[in-house]
């Protein structure tokens, strides 16, 4: 097994340890909530997790498992910094034609490698709850670009840009 592909795997096996600990905590508040006999607090509260499941969801429709490896480590390294992730992509990257088209092998080193380089900037001295990361994903000539910001409340903090191949 490839270096990089170890990693995303080894990577994968510590996020899946963190989703089981959630998993088995929100369970734990829901019960409570029921047992409290204050359901329309556990559906409050099933609400609230599933919005925060949103992008994780979002990550798995795209097509190639590469990118969904590399970009659900980064969800999970902005979750343990406290930081909130919103995605965006075209639907065509939802589908296999688009990635036999725009992805070459090599791609994954450098992206996985832009990705870490993001995460970096985040500043530590912040308060989490002010920052937020979005991701814009987009079709470039016969690969693919990915931009990175992240706003402090309204502000642009660091905006970098990946441009597979360049």
Not at 60 to 73: E, F, R, V
Not at 74 to 87: A, C, H, I, Q, W
């Amino acid at each position: 097994m490839p270096g990089l592909d170890r990693e995303l795997l080894y990577r994968q096996l510590e996020n899946y340890q963190i989703q089981r600990h959630d998993f088995l905590n929100n369970f734990q508040v829901i019960r409570g909530y029921l047992q409290l006999e204050m359901p329309q607090k556990a559906m409050d509260y099933i609400d609230e997790v599933m919005e925060g499941l949103y992008y994780q969801q979002m990550v798995s429709k795209l097509y190639n498992k590469t990118m969904q490896a590399i970009l659900m480590c980064l969800f999970f390294d902005l979750r343990l910094k406290g930081v909130s992730m919103e995605l965006s992509f075209p639907p065509e990257m939802q589908e296999d034609e688009f990635w036999e088209k725009h992805w070459q092998e090599e791609y994954a080193q450098q992206f996985y490698g832009y990705t870490n380089e993001c995460t970096s900037l985040i500043p530590f001295d912040e308060d989490p709850d002010n920052l937020l990361v979005k991701i814009e994903l987009h079709t470039y000539d016969a690969s693919f670009k990915c931009r990175f910001i992240l706003y402090n409340e309204e502000e642009i903090c660091v905006d970098k840009v990946f441009i597979a191949g360049e």
